[in-house]
């Protein structure tokens, strides 16, 4: 059964009307953002209702929701079959390019809207830095850097000459306009397949003299791209996702693994693609490492190439026995859902070609399909089957559930209880309008916001000085961490040469390390959270104190809650490659160069302080510095928000004159009952 076959026009990218299920397993991203939706009306009817101050604070929580794109990074083996995985997760068969450039470190972030037919919106490049740049074609990356320190003269030779021929082709390319580029980035209001191939995709080499202009313009501009954005409409998606194809963590000059680790920082939830004939083998460490600083409910393993298998059904027992006791042995998320499927047939059912499907795939899929479904008469259109067998459908229910529990809820919660806070206090308003002078307070307006100015300068301050303290603490066991490593390390080289001598290559696992800095980070981690948790609730009760001074029982009703502690990203920088993580190679290398027990030690020292110092830089500065903005920053919102209500609150004492008569009206009973039905709204989802 052939499907049939369209071409978008704009993009000549291959796309078909698909299964008709194609958004299974995302009905709870639907319903999320049918919440979603809901909650912004809310919002849009409590600005109309609001104080100009609370109106700015609303606004804010709009443009909050309204942005709100969960992203799901996308980790793989080389071979994989990745980016085949990601094209048929947005429903577009020839999406992104399969031969991408490895020269290349390109994070494709493919941010995906909503809609019933599919098209490109617009496209956005950006190169690297002059001290990228300089850094690679310098030193050689990281790896060359590495060499250089292990005294490889041999392996730098060769990187040396891979750089000086790439640029020297990106400078045949680029002409004049080579070094102006740097840092710069191209914008497009579309893309297409020659554009994605200009810009991130290996094209021939480079001739000067071709008399066909457009074949050389692939991959013009691939060497120095270290990032790519594309934005288009979907029709997987109920609600809008980023998704990131990351360039993986194996590259002749190490500099993919940094851009992967920046990636997977930027995101909560991974997709880390295996292939089935290969399931985190040895030769996967690097990677291993990278999920291992995940944790379980960050992670989502896609087994692909399942169509490769001659009996899948049995082999994928073996083959998911045998990842977890890898994750399990390297310390990794052992409950990280797995999930097994083929993104070769989802394509083939995207392009409507499958019919044209290989014979031992087409077998493959027979069988799976005879071992889930047994001998059971089978009415279901054959797209609609395979497209299910494919996993796509269970890949997307995952990411849905994950994606709302993870990221959405805790959204829409925080908006909510946000608005809720603000709702109520117009209430107040209304409340200290009319009981006029009922109250009498032992505080003036104007002294209130001074009040209010010093709650707020004296929480931001006791943040800021108790995280740094704490951070301080941290960068102490940190230092020490790292100083233990390298004396444990040093003792174990000596020990070696003593009872082995110099014939025989010295290994050592740098595990512990990662596993001492771990635990210092989680520690870290925890105690920051719980600082921020009693610096959040200790200004809730502040500034409740203070608006009871001001306004006594008109403000009881005003349902304020302190902000919730921000959740601490995962120290994905620990399974960033060290010397050590080489063994033999490097190190044999390293070896052969060095003689003497004393040059040993001291040139063991000196090659592992080098080699470690950006791989400290991350963890002491990097990851607390991500830390310490979203904890600031979710207090000063909150405080934000507290300054708005007081000043609503101020600005209607100010009115109070009158109002009596005022807020008798029908016209007030009206506001009351919208804002009633406003709040009920706004509580469902704050619960």
């Keep these: 059964m052939n499907v049939e076959v369209k071409f978008d026009p704009a993009t000549e990218i291959r796309s078909s009307s698909g299964p008709s299920r194609l958004r299974a397993g995302m009905e709870t991203l639907a319903a999320f953002a049918s919440d979603a939706q ?19 604070s609303l606004r804010r929580l709009q443009k909050e929701l309204t942005s709100f794109e969960p992203s799901v990074t996308v980790l793989g083996q080389v071979k994989a079959g990745k980016t085949a995985l990601i094209n048929a997760m947005a429903g577009w068969a020839d999406l992104l390019p399969s031969d991408v450039n490895p020269w290349t470190s390109v994070v494709t972030s493919l941010h995906l809207t909503p809609a019933e037919e599919r098209a490109e919106t617009g496209a956005k490049f950006q190169f690297m830095t002059e001290d990228e740049w300089d850094r690679l074609t310098t030193k050689g990356g990281r790896l060359g850097e590495l060499a250089d320190r292990a005294g490889a003269e041999s392996e730098l030779t060769k990187i040396h000459e891979q750089i000086s021929a790439m640029r020297e082709k990106s400078r045949k390319k680029l002409g004049r306009h080579f070094e102006l580029l740097m840092g710069q980035e191209h914008e497009y209001s579309y893309f297409d397949k020659n554009l994605l191939e200009r810009y991130i995709c290996l094209g021939d080499d480079f001739d000067v003299d071709s008399p066909n202009p457009a074949i050389d313009e692939q991959g013009r501009f691939a060497d120095i791209t270290r990032s790519a954005e594309l934005y288009l409409n979907c029709q997987t998606v109920p609600y809008r996702m980023c998704i990131r194809d990351t360039p993986g963590v194996n590259d002749t000059f190490m500099m993919r693994e940094m851009v992967t680790i920046k990636a997977v920082r930027d995101s909560r939830i991974c997709v880390v693609v295996l292939s089935a004939a290969q399931a985190l083998t040895s030769v996967d460490m690097a990677l291993i490492r990278m999920i291992t600083n995940l944790k379980s409910r960050e992670v989502i393993i896609f087994v692909n190439r399942i169509d490769e298998l001659s009996n899948p059904e049995s082999q994928m027992v073996e083959i998911e026995a045998s990842i977890r006791e890898t994750l399990k042995t390297h310390n990794g998320p052992e409950n990280a859902e797995i999930i097994f499927g083929s993104a070769y047939w989802a394509n083939k059912v995207l392009t409507g070609e499958i019919d044209g499907m290989h014979e031992t795939s087409a077998d493959a899929l027979l069988s799976l399909t005879k071992a889930v479904l047994g001998s059971t008469l089978i009415e279901e259109p054959a797209e609609e089957l395979i497209w299910e ?56 307006m104007h002294e209130i916001r001074s009040a209010f100015d010093e709650v707020q300068r004296s929480s931001l301050g006791m943040l800021e000085e108790s995280l740094s303290e704490l951070f301080a603490h941290y960068h102490d066991r940190a230092d020490r961490a790292h100083a233990t490593f390298i004396e444990r390390a040093t003792h174990s080289l ?65 349902e304020i809650a302190a902000p919730d502690v921000p959740q601490i990203p995962s120290p994905v920088a620990l399974g960033q490659t060290i010397a050590l993580d080489f ?14 027990y004393k040059a040993f030690a001291k040139q063991f020292r000196k090659l592992i302080s080098a080699e470690t110092e950006d791989f400290m830089t991350q963890m002491k500065d990097v990851q607390t510095a991500d830390i310490r903005k979203a904890l600031s920053v979710e207090l000063e919102h909150f405080l934000q928000e507290q300054g708005a209500i007081l000043n609503d609150l101020i600005s209607g004492q100010h009115r109070k004159s009158g109002a009596q008569e005022l807020f008798n009206t029908t016209d007030h009973a009206r506001h009351s009952q919208r804002l009633d039905d406003v709040l009920d709204t706004l509580r469902r989802y704050a619960r």
Excluded: C
């Excluded at 040469?497 to 635990?519: C, M, Q």
């Excluded at 063994?583 to 003497?596: I, L, V």
């Design 38 to 56: 809901e909650l912004e009306l809310a919002l849009k009817q409590l600005e109309q209702i609001t104080g100009s101050d609370s109106r700015k």
């Design 583 to 596: 063994n033999d190679k490097w190190w044999s290398m390293w070896w052969r160069r060095t003689r003497g």
């Design 494 to 558: 000596l020990g070696h040469l003593e009872n082995r001598g110099e014939e025989h290559v010295w290994e050592y696992d740098p595990a512990g390390l990662r596993i001492l800095l771990r635990s210092a980070y989680s520690s870290m981690g925890n105690k920051a959270r719980k600082t921020a948790e009693d610096i959040y609730d200790k200004a809730l009760g502040d500034v409740a104190m203070l608006l009871y001074r001001g306004f006594g029982p008109a403000v009881e009703g005003i």
């Design 389 to 444: 067998m494919s996993g796509l459908p269970r890949l997307m229910r995952a990411l849905s559930e994950q994606t709302v529990a993870s990221l959405g809820q805790p959204v829409l919660k925080k908006i909510a209880a946000s608005a809720v806070a603000i709702a109520t206090s117009q209430k107040a308003v209304r409340s200290a309008i009319v009981q006029g002078d009922n109250f009498t307070s032992d505080i003036s």
